[in-house]
Each structure stands twice: as structure tokens, then as C-alpha cells.
């Protein structure tokens, strides 16, 4: 597994995840875009500044340890990170994942009163979907369960169990979600997955039983 340019990552600075994508690989060195903090200005971050690195792949999510090393403005605010640890697999994604950019309401379930919230499947694969939802109510946590509806019609539904959740410090209160389908809801993700999959090149194999690009 290597950095490769576009590929979504989080950079962990303080503690805290910011998105980020990268733009150039030179060796060890990545240049990333900058951070943004909560009133969307550019995040300074002095240099040496030790940080933690998610690379987001689609199959698993690969962390590594590193260190701001600069910055630059080019079309957009760069900012370049040492890796000067190893790229360990955290999370393993067993099926393919597809991106997309499917509307959607969200509903959270804690025992609170629930409320849908908007939101957006951002990639969807047989197993489960990784998602944004916007100012949630309440605050998804791991373990809750949601539902997750289309606002295409008719409207298509799925019910799944969050598995990760990280605010986005540069949009307010949005969340991305990490959702496995539940058991009983597989099949109505997979057939969500296939209308709404949008492969960069072929397309969704629709064979029962299948799921992947041809």
C-alpha cells in the first residue's frame, strides 16, 4: 500500500480528525490540502508538529505516524507531512465499495427521540456504506443503530449499525458515519448499492449473488 494523489485521508492533529486529500507523493513525503478549523480559516500548524495519518482506501483504512514538515499555497493551501512511521491496515473492508454521491435521510436511534437528518452516501458496497449526515440529532455514537432512506422515488431504505463515527470540524456539526448493514437488511443494501453505485468504470455486475465491477 502506497499514498497515492486524490486519495481522501485524515490528518489527527491534537487529537482532533480534519479531512484532507493528497495532492503529491515525493517518498516519504506527502503534500496534503490544509487543514481548516472550525470558522474555516487555514490550520496553522507549526512545523515538527507530530500528527497521525488515515489513508482511506477502498479496501480498509491504513494509518501512519508522522510530522508537519511545511507548507506552500499552490492552487490551494498545501501542507507537507513526513511519514515516519509504517502504514498499518486498521480497518479491512471485505467487499468492494462503490463511490457515489446519493441524497439521503438519516435516522439515528439511542433511545432518544429521533428526528431524520440529511445527509449523503458518499461510497455504498454489499456489507455496508460510509456516509455524511449534516447537523444529527442525536449525536451518532458507535453502536446506534440507523436507517438510512433515498429521497429518490419510490424511496429505497436500509438499516444498518454505526461501526465509526468523526465530526467534520470544517463543516459544523456534520458527521461521516461508518455503517455495516444489519443481518436483516442485507439484501436491502445490496439493492441499494446497486441502483445508486456509480463506478468511475464499468459497471455494477447485477448477477444474483454478485456484486462487483466488470
Known amino acids: 500500500m502506497e499514498a497515492r494523489i486524490n486519495q481522501r485521508m485524515e490528518l489527527f492533529i491534537g487529537g482532533k480528525p480534519y479531512v484532507s486529500r493528497v495532492e503529491e507523493v515525493d517518498g516519504r513525503r506527502i503534500w496534503v490540502s490544509a487543514p481548516f478549523d472550525d470558522n ?16 482511506l482506501d477502498p479496501q480498509g483504512v491504513w494509518e501512519f ?17 513526513d511519514m515516519t512511521g509504517d502504514l498499518i491496515l486498521s480497518e479491512s473492508r471485505s467487499a468492494a465499495r462503490h463511490p ?9 436511534f439511542s433511545g432518544q427521540r429521533v428526528r431524520p437528518c440529511e445527509g ?10 460510509r456516509a455524511e449526515v449534516m447537523n444529527p440529532w442525536p449525536e451518532p455514537k458507535v453502536g446506534h443503530q440507523v436507517i438510512i432512506t433515498t429521497m429518490r422515488q419510490p424511496p ?17 456539526r456534520n458527521y461521516l458515519l461508518g455503517v455495516r448493514w444489519l443481518p436483516s437488511s442485507r ?11 456509480a463506478p468511475a468504470d464499468g459497471q455494477v455486475d447485477r448477477t444474483p449473488g454478485r456484486a462487483h465491477v466488470r
Open 40 to 55: 474555516g480559516n487555514v490550520l496553522r500548524v507549526g512545523t515538527g508538529t507530530a500528527i497521525k495519518g488515515r489513508l
Open 65 to 81: 505516524a508522522g510530522r508537519i514538515a511545511g507548507e506552500r499555497m499552490d492552487s490551494i493551501p498545501l501542507v507537507a507531512v
Open 100 to 108: 457515489c454521491m446519493e441524497r439521503v435521510h438519516i435516522v439515528i
Open 120 to 129: 449523503k452516501i458518499l461510497d455504498i458496497s454489499t456489507s455496508g456504506a
Open 156 to 172: 429505497l431504505q436500509a438499516a444498518g449499525e454505526i461501526v465509526w463515527a468523526r465530526a467534520v470540524l470544517m463543516r459544523g
Open 187 to 197: 439484501a436491502a443494501g445490496r439493492q441499494l448499492m446497486l441502483t445508486i453505485a
